[in-house]
């Protein structure tokens, strides 16, 4: 039994090292992690159903644009969830951090009618 | 001496777990010296958020993404920092607080913006009891998407904030192949 106890103690000391070597290797993610929403244009129907899903108001959808402004999505995914055409889908990328407010907004074509 | 485990931190280091590539973290740190002539020192201000971003903040400092190791620290006062990293829509209530915890600051002073509640009001947008982000209030200088930022999110926003890192354009990103 004491034993068992210095091997607890010990096995932190002997597990190494367990710091991220983020920023000088990629970020590692859970495979349930959500990044930038996409949109795949080809996909696209301009049907806006994301629009009206988005709890935060991030989607607009104009005539042969979509846009989401990242600044607003809470990456919640709802977007994903109601999109007839399945175009939408939370991708990888969590590095977003910006020093121009605009830049924040994401424009991609629409592929669809409208 | 002969036999026996090697002494603590003297091990030589598993395939996979070298030490971070010193040309990386020595040039951050000459960044953030030649920029401020010391480390970057960081006051967390929560201005009404959720406590979402705060806990990734707090998760900043475990052993696992450990920010001191480029060069970054946490401090207790508005006084002993160069950055402010807010959280939260900037309720009414706090606002004369976060100007306060703004002007204690000595100059060159940052902001960044840490959430999207921070960035735009998030799910509390148009509410009666606070603003649309932080923006009305303080002069934010890097804005972090994510609700909350995922701790790798923050460093990035960070290091964005001392010209470390290319920060996020949209356009690039639109263009990026799936």
Redesign the interface.
């Known amino acids: 039994m004491p034993m068992d106890v210095l091997d607890r103690i010990l096995r932190p000391?002997r597990r190494?090292?367990?710091?991220?070597?983020?920023?000088?290797a990629p970020?590692v993610?859970p495979p349930a992690?959500r990044g930038?929403p996409?949109l795949?244009p080809a996909r696209c129907d301009a049907t806006a159903a994301c629009v009206t899903a988005c709890?935060?108001?991030?989607i607009g959808v104009t005539p042969g644009e979509w846009a989401i402004?990242?600044?607003?999505?809470?990456?919640?995914a709802a977007c994903a969830r109601v999109c007839p055409t399945g175009a939408i889908?939370l991708?990888a990328?969590?590095?977003?951090?910006?020093?121009?407010?605009s830049?924040?907004?994401?424009?991609?074509p629409t592929g669809g009618p409208r | 001496m002969s036999a026996g485990p090697p002494e603590?931190g003297t091990?030589p280091?598993?395939p996979g777990?070298e030490p971070?590539?010193p040309a990386?973290?020595l040039e951050l740190r000459r960044t953030i010296r030649a920029r401020l002539g010391r480390s970057l020192h960081v006051r967390h201000l929560d201005a009404g958020s959720c406590n979402g971003c705060d806990w990734e903040i707090a998760a900043l400092l475990n052993?696992?993404?450990?920010l001191a190791?480029?060069g970054i620290d946490v401090v207790a006062s508005p006084r002993h920092a160069d950055l402010l990293l807010v959280t939260g829509t900037m309720t009414r209530n706090l606002e004369d607080a976060a100007l306060r915890t703004y002007e204690a600051m000595p100059e060159p002073r940052m902001v960044v913006a840490t959430g999207?509640c921070a960035?735009?009001?998030?799910?509390f947008?148009g509410s009666y009891a606070g603003r649309d982000?932080i923006?009305d209030v303080l002069p934010?200088?890097?804005?972090?998407?994510?609700?909350p930022?995922?701790p790798?999110?923050l460093?990035?926003?960070l290091?964005?904030?001392v010209g470390?890192?290319a920060?996020?354009?949209?356009?690039a990103?639109?263009e990026r192949t799936?």
Do not use: K, Q
């Open positions: 000391l190494g090292r367990v710091t991220s070597r983020y920023p000088a970020p993610l992690a930038l996409e795949d709890p935060t108001g991030a402004d990242v600044g607003a999505c809470t990456f919640c889908r991708g990328r969590i590095e977003l951090a910006s020093d121009v407010r830049d924040l907004v994401v424009r991609r | 603590l091990e280091p598993e777990t971070i590539e990386a973290v052993p696992y993404h450990d190791r480029l999207a960035i735009s009001g998030g799910v947008r982000g923006g934010v200088d890097v804005w972090v998407p994510g609700c930022p995922r790798e999110a460093i990035h926003g290091l964005v904030a470390r890192l920060p996020f354009d949209a356009s990103a639109a799936r």
